[in-house]
């Protein structure tokens, strides 16, 4: 049995007749671009597919920036007994490369935790305290148990005694074991997260090793648009933490609000791989950042209800994006207006396939389907599971081919990532077994976070 998903016959898939998609438009305004597009230029009257929107914002690049905003940042640092050797001194070399990025006016503060939490370093501009907070680093040992809830509980409040909205707020979390001290479960922390989420604070998930929750880890980091990273060997730890600090350098806008007004006959149902709010035609979503020189993108499915005729254009739905410019301190604002073409040919509506935007809801389709393997694998299913995995496999094969051909092709970067899922997903679906299965699901869920968010590292 096959959970893939059927797009239509230009991906490659089972029958379905001819997709539905419009044309679109792209405005700038102040520091971001909005490109707001669907993936065919012209609609077949009579085809009853959905229709996907896909919204793409995208800031400067750092080098045609003036500045950047200052940090606060807590790092959040496990310091249980599962964490002696390798581990805790792989994550101090980690902590000091991550200083070593961070200038004299940004803030920072050092949280420890195993069943007890330690403020190392209260918050504070990072000036002078420079080699305070290394001594500090350089002091932790190693032992007790987990207190993960508690430990972000109080990097959080460090982040807030400083929080401004002129600041990139973000905690970043490290932990290689089980939460098993105070709220443990993975309900408990995410409400935690979507708590500091409220406040403008982000926070970045680091699993360790293969112990840590990473159901839990995950859900953390998405619940607050932050970055989520599995780390099997404790060496790796000095690259991640350089990554997540240059990400944070290079964040030119947050807080963005994306308000999306369908109109009548295109009735939303659905955003892939984000959460949304649906309120009849009227959809929102919300970003914590927007990184400089990287896209960021919402697929909105959108089912059609009143047939139109052919040789007409018509509104399919308005894009309003308010986001808090980091460079200038002023609220912007950037729209755009998204008709489609109707026609009566459907050779007319095939051949004008929009290829970079159906390659990205081909990412996103791909990412329900790993999902969907992982649940299956949970309840024990492996079969079912290995066959949805080469299912999805062969899915991007046949659309990654389609793409990256012919007339105005994908990019060739979306075609990289369509590549490389597929060869994740061949790869997870030989590794299922009881003995590769607890690397597998981290390797998984940390490809699917990464693509859903589309994180820069």
């Known amino acids: 049995m096959s959970f893939v998903r059927t797009v239509s016959p230009l991906l490659g898939l089972a029958a379905v007749s001819v997709a539905l998609f419009a044309v679109g438009t792209e405005t700038r305004a102040a520091e971001v671009r909005l490109a707001a597009e669907l993936g065919h230029a012209v609609i077949d009257t009579k085809a009853k597919d959905k229709i996907y929107l896909r919204l793409s914002l995208k800031a400067l690049a750092a080098r045609e920036r003036d500045r950047r905003a200052p940090i606060n940042v807590a790092l959040v640092i496990d310091r249980s007994g599962s964490m002696q050797g390798e581990r805790l001194a792989a994550a101090k070399k980690g902590v000091e490369a991550a200083l070593e990025r961070l200038g004299p006016d940004d803030i920072v503060s050092l949280v420890a935790y195993n069943h007890e939490v330690n403020v190392l370093l209260r918050a504070g501009r990072l000036g002078s305290k420079r080699d305070e907070a290394e001594r500090a680093i350089n002091r932790l040992t190693a032992t007790g148990t987990t207190a993960l809830y508690a430990g972000v509980k109080e990097g959080g409040e460090q982040v807030q005694s400083h929080r401004s909205d002129m600041q990139v707020n973000r905690v970043v979390l490290l932990s290689d074991g089980l939460a098993n001290v105070g709220p443990s479960s993975t309900r408990e922390v995410a409400a935690l997260g979507q708590t500091l989420a409220g406040k403008g604070i982000s926070v970045s998930t680091i ?45 030119a806008a947050r807080d963005i609000t ?122 024990g299913d492996v079969a079912a599971a290995r066959q949805v995995l080469m299912d999805n496999a062969s899915f991007l094969s046949r659309n990654k081919t389609a793409f990256g051909s012919g007339n105005a092709p994908a990019p060739a970067s979306a075609i990289s990532t369509l590549d490389k899922l597929e060869e994740r997903s061949r790869e997870a679906a030989a590794s299922l077994e009881e003995g590769d299965w607890e690397r597998t699901r981290r390797a998984m869920r940390y490809d699917q976070h990464k693509s859903k968010v589309q994180q820069a590292y």
């Open 258 to 379: 994306i308000t999306i007004e369908c109109k009548a006959g295109f009735r939303p149902t659905r955003v892939l791989g984000r959460d949304a709010d649906i309120a009849g035609s009227r959809v929102t979503v919300n970003l914590a950042q927007l990184q400089a020189d990287n896209e960021r993108y919402v697929v909105v499915e959108l089912e059609p209800s009143v047939p139109y005729e052919g040789g007409r254009a018509e509104e399919v739905a308005r894009v309003d994006v308010a986001y808090l410019n980091l460079d200038s301190g002023s609220r912007d604002a950037v729209s755009a207006s998204v008709k489609a073409h109707f026609t009566d040919n459907a050779k007319e509506a095939e051949g004008s396939l929009n290829k970079a935007v159906m390659s990205q809801v081909t990412e996103q389709i791909a990412t329900e389907n790993s999902e969907r393997a992982m649940e299956l694998r949970n309840q």
């Open 207 to 251: 699993g360790l090793g293969l112990e840590y929750n990473d159901e839990l880890m995950q859900r953390l980091a998405a619940v607050s648009d932050g970055n989520h990273v599995f780390v099997e060997r404790p060496s790796d730890l000095a690259e991640i933490f350089d990554r997540e600090f240059g990400d944070a350098l290079s964040i």
